[in-house]
């Protein structure tokens, strides 16, 4: 037999990856090491110290030996009485990411379609295509509100098997509102998917809508993450709620004990601190409210936002070029300029006062 060396010059030749996967990018937000990052989303608050102590004590009380409890009942359990719904209406997951990813294993695939409305939350594309799911987009409105009449027709043209909102919509920060996600779930034959990854920033949910008319709304599925407003994006820990058919197709993709032990007690104890996490989402809300008033006063287009973060377009220099001098400043935001519908933006996560002080600074020396 031939000396293959791992991965040397004389080894074998490998497979090429799967076909449809060749020409995906992978997603890729800049890690540039700076001091201010504001690029991510992530909350800019650590968790509460009180989650801290409760989590240490309970990972030193985990058999390690055993795999974890398969069904997270405990978690689960917390999380359906939060919302007030039954541990059968809850899927848990490796973050939101993983999420929509387990519902586009069990209702996507090579024919079905994905239906979108740009510009939105990248990995939506992204991970329909990972899983080999046809996507069909058509475009929002130049207000980056939803066009129902686009909506429809991209869901007669296409008969998606899953239609995904983003509320508040990821990179624009606008909440779509209940009227809107009504009419939406109204148009489309399967499942209508709202990713509420900043739920907790926006004044109204889609959870309203399962809990006025949950035979109508059998279909749509409400999808949240402890990444952002609970501090815990280094967890990786998400969930849906939804009708408890599409938790278990969740279920039958999910691979066994898929959620670590610590994680499933890192989630469950952090619902017992619903008044810190409160607490975090006025304060980004005020300091966002600061920088949307310090926009006014720049060279910059901006749109509102139900989000913990701002949507910007610098109107008399390059985007890039401005990414570029709040990166000399030791400031990264996210150069959102290349995306679909979004030339010229950037997007700037909301951070701690101070961070919000050394962006505003540094992004007024660069429109001077
Ligand atoms: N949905 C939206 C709209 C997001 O912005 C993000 C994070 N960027 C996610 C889902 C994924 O979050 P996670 O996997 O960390 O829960």
New binding site residues.
Partial sequence: MDEVGPGGPSGRALPPVRPDLSALDGYHSAQVDVEVRLN??ESPLPPPSGWIEALTAAVADIEFNRYPDRQALGLRGALADSHGVGVDEIFCA???????QCLLLAYGGPSRTAALFEPT?T?HRHISRITGTPVATGPRRADFALDLDVVAEVVAGSDPALTFL?SP??PTGRADSLDEITAVAGMVPGILVV?E??GQFAPSSALALRGSDPAGMRHVVV?R????TWSM?GT???YLVADPEVVRACELVALPYHLDAAKQEAGRLALDFVAEMNARVAAIAEERGRIAAAFAELPVETWPSDANFLLFRPTGKAATAVWSDLVSASVLVRDCSAWPGLTGCLRVTVGLPEENDRFLAALTESLR
């Fill in positions: 991510t989303n490796n973050g939101s990411n993983e999420v929509l939350y990995l983003c919509n990821n990713d990854a900043y999808v993450t402890f990444s952002k994006a990786r820990l998400g």
